[in-house]
């Protein structure tokens, strides 16, 4: 490794430089020195109730925290509702008027909502909500395009207490009615379509296939997002356009009372076994824990233009396009399309139209952006740029670097934050006005965390790869999986003793520097989307042709990580190119596009150890190559005997 050089330039591409917070950037900072981390230290609850007290509550907590593992509860006793402290809370002073979402379609609409309008449309909203018979703790599945609606969709579920479970808009019917159907839910919203690279998105039919088995809907409310020559069938009695209930219905709708503990949203993510787990989060805590991250990670201020590129499907379009962002009355960008359409320019027209000061993409992103060419963001006026984010999976230095470079202009610092949807909020980052940082790490635990490297027996490790474990509880940590128990407390607590384990193995450096490797389960991060190989395996095996498969995550340039599939297939199938096909096709199908395998790799049978485990390494070596000089077929069941033996260890 290149010997370090001094504090204020990159120096090489192994990971070995340092970025301190620029000095302009640094005095402005609303956080701009370390002593938040003792001062969190040495009081966590007085840290975070400090936060919550920026926030609007009914009735005061009495208790800050409790920690029963797995069992937190945060700011008990209080009452608040989420909806009114993103909205009604900024309406009375100066923010009023102030810009809160601005709103690009793919096809160049425009569209902008003040505080006051999204205050008045989240109150008709409620009211279309409560006419449609729903009320307190009932489920609402939405499966939306991004558009303003969404955020009011969602925030307007809030206000009259039901618990939204938002499904991202590339999710197959058959996910939708699965999450549907887990949640119990009684209204599904959805759109006409949406747009995403010039095509258009056929939500509506996707739900009406996906609500054919769903015994459980009563309604289904259609928002009218408006593609010219696209019609949308609608069953009397079952679907209502939200327009034109929003026009039957009073201005002002009284929000719920909501108990800090009591569910928000339920957000179904992927896992190690076939069935997506429903991550539930609750009201105060996440509130606070988002918003606070939002304060402190993304520096945010009165004048910032904040534009996260995430889908609102996603935990990060939760916790930091409506809930933190809205918490802290911030204004930002909402785009509805590809960054590719019409052309590969189209982020950075934006961030100049507008004016962007703070960016929050993922690493799969940056690395389409920088294989497409520095041409396209230097053909923008990027200098309003002042903070730069990353989200979703490991960075690696080179896109990190390119990311200052071309994006930043080598004056934006960069804050690689480490989450997940259970933890609600970022729990690992750089601080912009304080760390120095390294390309290629999270850096430190947020202020008021308590995150280390642990063996699979509990052990601290530092300087070597480990597992990443939490200690304690954090306010947005969520509350458990929707109707499982049994499958929390098994996932995440039965690792160590009252001690989280997110799935990720990472290694800390001697600056105490957090290097997140990835997932060490059977999960796999694909474009910084996560998908359980299980849950392919279970796609593949539905197709008449295959009679057994295995899942694994190979490398791959842009997405980070892809989906490679080995098959068996049963007697009378031919494989080739043409059932390949046919296979990726099934599986995007059946889960989404983003499931769709890279590869699918023809084999007589699957390697397993004695007790009947697949050899996965075995796999991910032959699918990358490594094991087969060229694996162009592993049909000779022998092949596949000869690679066993050196693979033994994983008996
Ligand atoms: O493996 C980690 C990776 O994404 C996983 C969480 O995925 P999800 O719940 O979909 O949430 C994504 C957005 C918060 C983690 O277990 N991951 C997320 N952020 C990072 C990361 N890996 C490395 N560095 C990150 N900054």
């Known amino acids: 490794m290149a010997k370090k050089k001094d504090e204020n330039g990159p120096v090489d591409a192994h990971g070995d430089h340092r970025f301190p917070p620029p000095a302009e950037f640094k005095k402005a900072a609303r956080v701009s020195d370390e002593s938040i981390y003792e001062r969190a230290a040495a ?9 919550a007290e920026e926030l609007r509550w009914e009735t005061p907590w009495k208790e800050v925290h409790t920690f029963d593992p797995p069992d937190a509860k945060w700011f008990i006793g209080g009452k608040l509702n989420a909806c009114v402290n993103c909205v009604d809370r900024h309406i009375e002073g100066p923010h009023r008027n102030k810009a809160a979402l601005i709103w690009e379609g793919e096809p160049g609409e425009k569209k902008t909502w003040t505080y006051f309008d999204l205050y008045r449309e989240v109150n008709r909203f409620g009211n279309v909500l409560r006419k449609l018979g729903i009320k307190k703790g009932d489920r609402v599945a939405i499966y939306l395009p991004m558009m303003l609606e969404s955020v009011a969709a969602m925030l307007a579920c809030a206000r009259v207490g039901a618990v939204h479970s938002v499904v991202f808009g590339g999710f197959s019917s058959e996910s939708l009615r699965d999450r549907i159907l887990d949640a119990d ?34 309604n289904v409310l259609v928002i009218q997002r408006g593609i010219p020559g696209h019609e949308c069938s609608m069953k009397e009695g079952r679907d209502h356009w939200y327009h034109d209930l929003a026009d039957q219905v009073d201005a002002w709708c009284e929000p719920e009372v909501m108990d800090s503990e009591d569910p928000l949203f339920i957000l179904y993510t992927s896992g190690t076994t076939g069935k997506p787990k429903g991550i539930v989060h609750t009201t105060g805590g996440y509130l606070t824990g988002t918003y606070a991250t939002t304060r402190v990670v993304f520096d945010l201020k009165d004048d910032d233009v904040y534009w996260c590129t995430a889908d609102i499907g996603w935990v990060t379009g939760h916790s930091y396009i409506v809930y933190g962002p809205l918490a802290a009355a911030a204004t930002q960008i909402i785009y509805e399309g590809a960054p590719d359409a019409p052309d590969r320019g189209r982020f950075w027209r934006i961030c100049e139209r507008y004016g962007v000061t703070v960016f929050y993409t993922a690493p799969t992103a940056i690395r389409a952006f920088m294989k497409w060419g520095d041409d396209w963001p230097a053909g923008a006026d990027l200098s309003r740029l002042r903070l730069l984010g990353s989200v979703g999976e490991p960075i690696n230095p080179e896109a990190w670097l390119w990311y200052h470079e071309h994006i930043g202009s080598g004056r934006c610092p960069i804050v690689d934050t480490w989450w997940q949807t259970e933890t609600g909020q970022i729990l690992i980052t750089p601080l912009p006005g304080v760390t120095v940082t390294k390309p290629g790490s999270a850096a430190k635990a947020f202020p008021g965390v308590d995150v280390e490297i642990l063996s699979d027996e509990g052990e601290k490790i530092d300087g070597e790869t480990g597992l990443l474990a939490i200690r304690g509880s954090w306010p947005a940590m969520t509350r458990g999986i929707w109707g499982d128990r ?68 190979i490398p791959h340039e842009i997405k980070g990580t892809a989906v490679a599939a080995f098959v068996t297939v049963r007697e009378g199938f031919e494989t080739g190119d043409e059932l390949a096909g046919e296979l990726k096709a099934h599986v995007a199908e059946k889960i989404g596009a983003i499931a769709r395998p890279e590869s699918i790799i023809f084999a007589a049978d699957l390697p397993k150890t004695r007790s009947g485990k697949i050899m996965r390494r075995l796999l991910r070596d032959i699918a990358e190559g490594k094991a087969l000089g060229d694996t162009t077929t592993l049909a000779d069941p022998s092949v596949v005997e000869s690679l066993k033996s050196q693979y033994d260890d994983e008996a």
């Not at 009081?43 to 936060?51: H, L, M, N, R, T």
């Not at 006409?192 to 609500?211: I, S, W």
């Open 43 to 51: 009081d966590p609850q007085a840290f975070w109730a400090g936060f």
């Open 486 to 553: 049994q499958r929390f407390i098994e996932t995440y607590w039965s690792k160590w003793e009252g001690i989280y384990f997110p799935g990720d193995g990472a290694k800390r450096d001697e600056d105490g520097f957090f290097w997140v490797i990835g997932r060490v389960d059977d999960v796999i991060n694909v474009a910084g989307h996560r998908l359980g190989t299980a849950e392919v395996e279970s796609a593949l095996v539905e197709h008449a042709s295959v009679a057994e498969s295995a899942v694994v995550g």
């Open 185 to 218: 839910a009684h209204l599904l919203i959805t759109a006409d379509g949406g747009f995403r690279r010039g095509k258009v998105l056929a939500l509506k039919e996707a739900a009406d296939a996906a609500v054919e088995g769903c015994a459980c809907i009563e």
